[in-house]
């Protein structure tokens, strides 16, 4: 797919990820260079005012359909007295089931969605931007399964003042995704 127009992008352009890491969180640029490059090539970024970063006023100044992005939240829960996270992208029609499916996965009392703070701190994203490109290793990345059904999706870049945009299959094929069913609500 050529990456210089999505329609779940509306009004918006982009350009090949890779050829703009100034659009792109560190973490984000590092993960995207690791990338199979097929796959890489595959990803397009388009800049958008920061202020513009939370999904609904993205998708309302932008023309972009909300079935077309998806929302990507870190997950936390002590067990013994260890944090384990986990990030979770799910439609952002539809929301994590965090004190149901993701509780259970990561084998907790009670799970909340992190801190902002801790979640930026973590991943080395700005809110907003966290996107499962490029998070922490060795944490789980799930992924709901309508995600990956997606022809096209758009997610988070790392930074509030671009988004990605890219085909569900890739998603699926990124490093740490596990794809589940009933992630999502």
Do not use: H
Not at 49 to 71: I, K, M, R, V
Not at 142 to 162: N, Q
């Amino acid at each position: 797919m050529s990456t210089s127009r999505w329609s779940v992008l509306g009004t918006l352009s982009a350009e090949p990820a890779l050829t703009r890491p100034d659009l792109l969180g560190a973490p984000v640029a590092a993960a995207l260079k690791a990338l199979d490059p097929a796959d890489a090539a595959q990803i397009g970024v388009a800049e958008i005012d920061p202020a513009l970063a939370d999904t609904a006023a993205f998708c309302e100044a932008y023309s972009s359909p909300l079935e077309g992005s998806a929302n990507c939240v870190v997950v936390s829960g002590k067990r013994s007295g260890e944090i384990r996270y986990a990030a979770c992208l799910v439609l952002a029609t539809t929301r994590a089931d965090v004190n149901g499916f993701v509780r259970k996965y990561l084998d907790v009392r009670k799970a909340s969605f992190a801190p902002m703070e801790d979640a930026c701190e973590r991943t080395g994203m700005e809110y907003g931007g966290i996107t499962p490109i490029g998070l922490p290793e060795g944490w789980p990345i799930l992924v709901d399964a309508a995600v990956v059904a997606s022809p096209e999706v758009v997610i988070g870049s790392g930074i509030r003042g671009s988004k990605l945009a890219l085909p569900g299959s890739v998603v699926a094929r990124l490093p740490g995704v596990e794809v589940v069913e009933g992630l999502a609500r």
